[in-house]
């Protein structure tokens, strides 16, 4: 007897779908993960005071509590994007992220200011895997440029609340108890984490680990930022800063040499020879110099001189912050018509034009006239940052892009540290804070301008 056996019909169509459900899981994750990381790095200044009363720790104590994480999230940047396109952009980011709330859990259970400056570095560790493994993912999940465009704006937009709500949260916070700054990082990276699970994981490739370049890469970036921190409170010429700088020639001089002669290097000569790789990280640099700059010296004129309190100060930046997540939408938008080059390059004139009226304003100057005055360095960072990230991840191959990521943000970061340093120094001299201030302003806007030059060789093809 003949008998009959209906096959079963493969649902291709649901493939797309899973694979659209992934992607949105992923830009959730990484939303929330960027959000987290900025609303940290923004909500510890506010608790300082608060911190100290409760550990009776000194000044130099204190100031380790927000350095140690800068050294250690510049110091890893590099090595956390090569790690990440080795284990996969998801499972980096997984494993960046967890650290960091675990860190910030034993941050707000600490009992004492050495644990808690110890916490802090693995923070920052944490962070440092999650800010270029984010991009990647993003670079994987949206392999379409446009709405992978919008998705970078998003993400965009999650860092710039976090850096908004941050001042103010931690002020709110610290009133109940300065733990707590730490501990509101865990409801917000445990979601991120369990919607992370929901998106494909990621590829990895077989590729053995660069040992010198990774070990040369950490020593060369922490001791330039531990000389940019320290030459901030007692100069460059101060023999700890100067050992700093020698630790640092030496270790890039072996990390250049290792790149350029071993079998695997962390980060190819050929990715840092493209257009986009070179133009991405001078404009990169240069707009921290302005917009990291411009926040540290108002963060200290507007306390020191105008007499502002820290929550004051904090809430003085919430215009511009609030404002510039609106932008990355905006930058998208503009990416679609007229490509990268035109964001880029209105970015960078707002920032200067910002820069120069902040730095021509008298003495008497309204407070509220230096808020609205912060307002086109932040729009137009974001403008042109959003648009950077976007050319990059669309000029790199996907299994690079954790490492340009890394690239990218580590040649941001490097210039806030050393605008720090050095405006740091001229708002320190004889001549007095508000001269200082006014140069540093001008040095800012014209290192910004100078790059303006580069942002025109951008691609200017639109990003459909």
């Known amino acids: 007897m003949a008998t009959s056996q209906a096959s079963t019909p493969i649902a291709t169509g649901d493939l797309p779908a899973r694979r659209d459900a992934g992607s949105r899981w992923a830009l959730a994750a990484v939303l929330l993960g960027f959000f987290v990381i900025m609303l940290d790095a923004m909500v510890v200044n506010v608790a300082l005071p608060a911190i100290g009363d409760g550990f009776g720790g ?17 110091a890893f940047l590099l090595t956390a994007g090569a790690v990440s396109d080795r284990v996969g952009a998801r499972q980096a980011f997984a494993a960046g992220l967890a650290l960091f709330v675990l860190a910030s859990a034993v941050c707000g259970l600490a009992p004492n200011l050495g644990v808690l400056v110890g ?3 693995v923070q920052g560790v944490g962070a440092a895997m999650v800010v270029p493994s984010s991009l990647a993912l993003l670079r994987e999940a949206f392999p379409d440029s446009g709405k992978r465009a919008r998705a970078i704006a998003l993400w965009g937009v999650g860092g710039s609340v976090g850096a908004a709500a941050g001042p103010v949260a931690g002020g709110l916070l610290t009133v109940v108890d300065w733990r707590m700054i730490f501990f509101v990082n865990l409801p917000v990276g445990l979601p991120a984490l369990m919607m992370l699970r929901r998106a494909d994981r990621s590829p990895t490739r077989e590729v053995p680990f660069d040992q010198v370049g990774q070990v040369t890469a950490v020593i060369a970036m922490g001791a330039l930022t531990y000389a940019a921190i320290e030459a901030g409170a007692d100069g460059f010429g101060a023999p700890p800063v100067l050992i700093a700088l020698a630790v640092a020639v030496v270790a890039a001089v072996v990390y250049a040499l290792a790149q350029a002669r071993g079998r695997h290097p962390m980060t190819p000569l050929p990715l840092l020879r493209t257009p986009a790789m070179r133009l991405s990280a001078l404009i990169g640099f240069a707009l921290n110099v302005g917009f990291y700059g411009m926040i540290f010296l108002l963060g200290l004129y507007l306390q020191q001189i105008r007499g502002l309190s820290a929550l004051a ?47 021509a304003a008298p003495a008497s100057a309204p407070t509220g006239l230096l808020v609205a005055l912060m307002v086109p360095v932040g729009a137009g960072g974001a403008l042109a940052v959003t648009a950077l990230v976007a050319l990059l991840l669309e000029s790199v191959p996907a299994e690079r892009a954790g490492t340009a990521g890394g690239v990218l943000n580590t040649s941001r970061q490097l210039g806030g540290a050393l605008a720090v340093a050095v405006f740091g120094g001229f708002v320190a001299t004889p001549g007095g804070f508000v001269d200082g201030l006014r140069i540093s302003l001008v040095i800012a806007a014209l290192t910004v301008a100078a790059t303006g030059l580069a942002g025109l060789r951008l691609k200017p093809a639109p990003l459909s």
Not at 58 to 74: K, S
């Open 119 to 121: 916490a802090r570095l």
């Open 313 to 359: 100060a904090g809430a003085a930046f919430l215009p511009m912050t609030l404002l510039t997540s609106f932008m990355g939408p905006v930058s998208a938008r503009m990416m679609a018509r007229f490509g990268a080059r035109v964001p880029v390059i209105a970015g960078q004139c707002l920032i200067v034009t910002g820069l120069l009226l902040m730095a």
């Open 58 to 74: 000194g000044m130099t104590g204190l100031q380790w509590v927000v350095d140690g994480y800068t050294l250690a999230f510049a």
